[in-house]
């Protein structure tokens, strides 16, 4: 059998390459002893599935692994978003979840993410007593296996339903109504996953005129990626524009991230949203704590914290990372420059489709654009300038890279005197008006992340030129060794 690694949210591999029906229940073994012996089996566990391929027969081969080691299953009906199978283990009081899913990555592809008790993404040391005895079962087969028959008849599986108590939950932290009385109309594209028939349901029932788009299962995605960046949305825009809606709004293949379009079919990236939902959180709710962000991160958060002498917690990259801040720190709002964003009195998991009612519900109550309340954010605390770009290289130059980037110690960036630096995740250097880059490489592929802030456009691609630079000195795009690229 292929190796088995667990990334930063989880195991993704091919389908019927590396994962494959008996993969799977080596997982789903492991799983199932790391849960009987934290005593957590005998609360139970959900098991939910995205629209990909064959995912909801995974889903049943999970199912029987865990009856086949006496866990009761809450067995979610159809395909369900991450955020919301999370959620059903608090509804549930259930030990813990396994979520088939691979996000928004290529059609050719599934996983698996398993979520703790906590009901949010699970750190290392979750995962570390589950891959610590994936060797023995790979190797030895040994896994415990109950037909779903058997298990229905000893009352071990339980279909469930969780959309209509997430929803509910959902009332309890957004203001529907006022969405509903402010005569919104709203685009929505769920890209084929998920996240089908949820925010078109909440809004739609609370008077909202919605208008859909790939609102039905294609495991193959129209032939993209469920990715909601700018890129993929240029249907949606399109629709914003045609039908005059006041928003658009789109969810990735597993629902745990947002995009967000205007009326003029304008694409917010998750930076420009985490800084509108800070300002929001704070002058309209009145929500006072630290804030919690990734190395990756806009500082323009940064800058709002310090007016309102708020602390903020930067992580590594991965959510697990902001979820743990929000679970221990009790941080009010928690984001990355990925998408992910949850906040106070939610689960701590990053939510797309709460995400999106929170924008809705700031331009109802605000009753301004985004563009209106973005321009007023730059007039208060000026303007940053991100952007990410992948830097691929080969194998035998990846190590040399790493040696460069530990030895790199620089007293100025473009000019600008260094006055911070950071080793959390990959290489960050902060500059003393407030520009900085971050340099993180990629665990499995000859790829590194280049991250820059800056206060201008060409301060921004002056540290880029610097970077790649240092990183990599002369060699050149065409060479195949080094190439810069947007991701």
Not at 375 to 396: A, H, P
Request: include cysteine; charged fraction near 20%.
């Amino acid at each position: 059998m292929s190796e088995i690694s667990f990334g930063t949210d989880g195991w993704r591999a091919v389908i019927a390459d590396g994962f494959t029906f008996a993969n799977v229940r080596c997982v789903s073994e492991a799983v199932a002893r790391h849960l009987s012996a934290r005593q957590l089996g005998e609360r139970g566990v959900v098991i939910g599935f995205d629209t990909r391929f064959l995912a909801e027969k995974f889903a049943l081969v999970v199912a029987e692994v865990m009856a086949g080691n006496n866990i009761r299953v809450f067995l979610c009906k159809k395909h369900t978003p991450t955020p919301v199978v999370a959620h059903a283990v608090t509804a549930h009081r259930a030990g813990g979840a396994v979520m088939l899913t691979a996000s928004h990555n290529p059609a050719e592809y599934l996983g698996i993410k398993y979520i703790p008790a906590f009901a949010g993404p699970a750190l290392p040391a979750d995962i570390e007593p589950i891959t610590a005895c994936m060797a023995d079962i790979l190797n030895t087969g040994a896994v415990n296996r109950r037909s779903l028959a058997q298990a229905w008849e000893r009352g071990l599986v339980e279909i469930i339903e969780p959309q209509e108590d997430y929803g509910r939950h959902v009332e309890t932290l957004i203001d529907l109504d006022a969405i509903g009385k402010a005569g919104l109309k709203i685009a929505i594209d769920p890209m084929f996953g998920a996240g089908i028939g949820y925010l078109d349901s909440i809004l739609a029932a609370h008077g909202c005129e919605v208008a859909v788009i790939n609102n039905y299962r294609d495991p193959l995605f129209g032939g993209s990626l469920p990715d909601p960046t700018g890129h993929h949305l240029k249907k949606l825009s399109a629709l914003v524009q045609e039908s005059g809606a006041h928003l658009g709004l789109a969810l990735d293949g597993d629902a745990d991230r947002l995009g967000v379009v205007d009326p003029e079919g304008r694409f917010y990236s998750p930076n420009e949203i985490l800084v509108l939902f800070l300002e929001y959180l704070v002058q309209s709710r009145g929500w006072r704590g630290p804030v919690a962000r990734t190395v990756a991160t806009t500082h323009m958060l940064d800058r709002i914290c310090a007016r309102f002498g708020f602390p903020v917690l930067e992580t590594p990259v991965g959510f697990k990372y902001i979820g743990q801040a929000m679970r221990e720190q009790d941080a009010f709002l928690g984001g990355e420059e990925s998408g992910g964003v949850s906040m106070r009195g939610h689960i701590p998991e990053k939510d797309g489709i709460l995400a999106s009612l929170l924008f809705a519900e700031m331009l109802a109550k605000t009753g301004k654009t985004a563009r209106q309340l973005l321009f007023e954010i730059y007039e208060r605390y000026g303007r940053l300038y991100s952007q990410r770009l992948d830097l691929k290289t080969s194998v035998e130059a990846k190590n040399h890279i790493l040696s460069r980037m530990e030895s790199w110690e620089p007293v100025t960036v473009a000019g600008v005197p260094v006055v911070a630096r950071s080793r959390l995740d990959g290489l960050k250097l902060v500059m003393s008006d407030g520009s900085w880059l971050l340099v993180r490489p990629s665990g499995t592929e000859p790829v590194f992340r280049i991250y820059v802030e800056a206060n201008t456009e060409d301060q921004k691609k002056e540290i880029q030129a610097e970077v790649k630079a240092v990183l990599c000195p002369g060699l050149k795009e065409e060479s195949g060794l080094c190439q810069i690229s947007l991701p």
